[in-house]
């Protein structure tokens, strides 16, 4: 699959634009002071980029050539840079800028496993450094090398690694190759008649390996499970052999190996293949649009649906400044759309919700098509309990339209000189208030100790259940008095000391990386991460595999 963006998210001739959301340009006026009709500054011509050369020794360099054939082991410059850094707020922006800090010395495509075997000995045999590569669509930090390494470098690209092996009709479970992208995972298992359902918002530019890798989330996993429940078993490759694990509903063997592999980031190996739950392709699939009156009932509603006898797929819902933030998104209506927004501005005044205050929540169904309908039966009478009304599938429509999208927009911020990021969290329902309610006003207070206009905004979303996952998005324009990072440090610190204050977790599906690391103590105690780091030097002393993430 061909390469993101240097320098940003996604495909070179995709890009977020304004022209066709009228709504839009005032929201972001209004929301950050910042007039995005205004021209926008571009990255940084890569011929200015000041790069280093590769430091690959030849001895190395021949023992990989053996491995993987010399038509697969790269040197070349934009090569090296793609593979350099994933794609947070902080990778993006330092490449905008021309700074690609320490940059692999060669890139190498494996065809198999025993290539990456082959790999990982010479790696180890030269004492050097090796960073799985999925899709780089990493936002946590858990690509790039420490600056200070002195070792070569090698990014180990699994993107040939990319078929379904065998899918298991009678036990439901798929062998997998970890370099597959989502697009073609799907495609390959559709072909078959099933799906794995799993679809996080980088699911174009992610691989299996990698969400395996994060412990990633997926907008269905309501239905599907998260990646640590669909993954029944791993194939990796370490510095002791390969470890195998056995696509076994369950067992009781001691501690989980696989789940030793789910989020260890490439420090303990390289994940070649995994076993996945698969499911049939379901006949109907619609995600429908829910408005409620508040966030204080549209999470009560949220709660309730998660101990009801019913199974959406997804169960989302965006607090106010998040559903005026999608509202301002549309593109220009037409003269049925404006019709339909009349009317349902009627609906709205008839019961009493205020359009400043209401929450847009979509929901899913999948299955039969008298499943679907006994679903959206038993939700409705739910939603409808705590003051909500459905709008029907067109909101639905733009969801699936726009999920891959979005992360687009951020480019077209930095573009403009403002800075946009995330940050998610899970915590028990309980919880669930008082951390959304501690969290906004971290981040007010942190945008307030910059003197910046910015903006907080938050979705619920995967609900288990014991609780559910909030996802919040911020942006501001930094001042210009402090470097803009540093700006950036204080806000996310603000919300991401928030979560471990208020007893969430310091992330629920971006991994943790060198972004949320300083928090892991906190989250789960010195002990923990004294038993993760005794488990990364028992496999890694020397520190070859990904060096610095995690602890």
Request: hydrophobic share 40%.
């Amino acid at each position: 699959m061909e390469s993101m963006k240097w320098w940003g998210w996604g495909r070179e001739d995709i890009a977020f634009s304004s022209d066709d959301k009228p709504s839009l340009r005032g929201f972001i006026q209004s929301a950050l002071a910042v007039d995005i009709a205004a021209p926008g500054a571009s990255p940084v011509a890569f011929s200015d980029v000041e790069i280093p050369a590769s430091a690959l020794p030849d001895a190395l360099r021949g023992a990989l050539e053996g491995a993987v054939g010399a038509e697969h082991v790269s040197v070349d410059d934009h090569d090296r840079v793609v593979h350099a850094r994933g794609k947070s707020l902080r990778d993006i922006y330092r490449h905008r800028t021309g700074d690609v800090g320490r940059i692999p010395d060669v890139v190498v495509r494996p065809a198999d496993e025993p290539a990456i075997a082959a790999v990982l000995r010479a790696v180890l045999d030269a004492d050097a450094v090796l960073i799985p590569f999925g899709g780089g669509s990493n936002i946590s930090g858990s690509l790039e090398a420490p600056v200070a390494e002195t070792r070569p470098i090698v990014s180990l690209d699994l993107g040939r690694l990319d078929r379904v092996l065998e899918v298991d009709d009678v036990s439901r479970i798929a062998r997998v190759q970890a370099g597959v992208f989502g697009p073609a995972l799907e495609q390959q298992l559709a072909a078959r008649g099933w799906t794995a359902g799993h679809f996080p918002d980088s699911f174009t530019h992610s691989t299996l390996g990698g969400w395996i890798a994060t412990r990633s989330s997926g907008m269905q996993s309501d239905k599907y499970g998260d990646i640590a429940e669909l993954t029944r078993a791993v194939r990796v490759v370490t510095p002791n052999g390969v470890l195998v694990t056995r696509p076994v509903p369950s067992q009781a063997t001691g501690p989980s190996v696989r789940e030793m592999i789910l989020g260890s980031e490439g420090r303990l190996g390289v994940i070649t293949e995994a076993t996945i739950q698969v499911h049939r392709l379901p006949p109907q699939r619609t995600i429908l649009g829910y408005l409620f009156p508040d966030w204080t009932r549209s999470m009560a509603a949220m709660r309730e649906l998660s101990e009801a006898e019913v199974a959406p797929s997804v169960t989302r819902v965006s607090d106010a400044r998040e559903t005026q933030f999608s509202f301002a998104t549309r593109k220009k209506p037409t003269l049925l759309d404006r019709v339909k927004s009349a009317a349902l501005q009627k609906l709205l005044a008839r019961k009493g919700i205020d359009p400043q205050q209401m929450c847009l929540s979509f929901i899913g169904y999948e299955g039969s098509e008298g499943y679907v309908a006994q679903q959206r039966k038993r939700v409705g009478e739910i939603v409808k309990r705590h003051g909500g009304l459905s709008i029907g599938s067109s909101p639905g429509e733009l969801y699936d339209q726009k999920k891959f999208d979005t992360p687009y927009i951020r480019d077209f911020l930095l573009d403009r000189g403002t800075l946009a990021d995330v940050s998610e969290t899970a915590a028990p329902w309980s919880a669930l208030p008082r951390v959304y309610d501690r969290t906004v006003a971290a981040a007010r207070g942190a945008f307030a100790e910059l003197g910046v206009t910015g903006y907080v905004m938050c979705h619920l979303s995967h609900s288990y259940h014991a609780g559910a996952c909030l996802y919040f998005t911020f942006a501001f324009k930094p001042t210009g008095t402090r470097a803009p990072l540093e700006e950036y440090d204080v806000v996310k610190s603000a919300i991401q000391q928030s979560f471990v204050d208020h007893g969430a977790t310091l992330s629920h599906h971006h991994a943790v990386g060198t972004e949320h690391a300083r928090w892991l103590d906190e989250d789960i105690s010195p002990a923990g991460v004294a038993m993760i780091r005794a488990l990364v030097e028992g496999v890694d002393p020397g520190a070859n595999l990904n060096p610095g993430k995690i602890v």
